[in-house]
């Protein structure tokens, strides 16, 4: 089993990104993205669980996640984005529908993609 993930750049404030990523091996009920800036922690950013789908507040109106079940992969729109939406962003999976308490964190999802370079900056 193998998430790709892709779609990363280097943007300004502002600009729009859209990062995909792609399964192969099996399918999932739970798609995660979470991102990662120099020396913090891996931070929750939306999941989409069958039709329910749930952002940080942080990313809420800017972000748009959605799920493509013909390509067997998950869509995450960025628009409005700001240079502290820099980081990298992993694409993560579950097999099962995930509990709403364990959705923000990593330790909830069980297939994990690369991660893939966004920088916003002027």
């Known amino acids: 089993v193998q998430l790709q993930a892709s779609g990363g750049g280097l943007v300004q404030p502002g600009d729009s990104l859209r990062l995909s990523c792609a399964a192969s091996?099996?399918?999932?009920?739970?798609w995660g993205w979470f991102r990662q800036a120099p020396e913090k922690d891996r931070e929750f950013v939306a999941v989409v669980r069958a039709h329910n789908i749930y952002y940080a507040d942080s990313m809420k109106g800017r972000f748009t996640i959605s799920r493509d079940k013909a390509k067997n992969q998950v869509v995450l729109q960025m628009n409005s984005l700001k240079p502290e939406d820099t980081g990298t962003y992993f694409c993560a999976a579950a097999p099962n529908y995930l509990i709403t308490s364990s959705v923000p964190y990593p330790s909830g999802y069980d297939y994990w993609g690369q991660g893939t370079q966004v920088t916003v900056s002027s």
């Open positions: 091996g099996r399918t999932f009920i739970t």
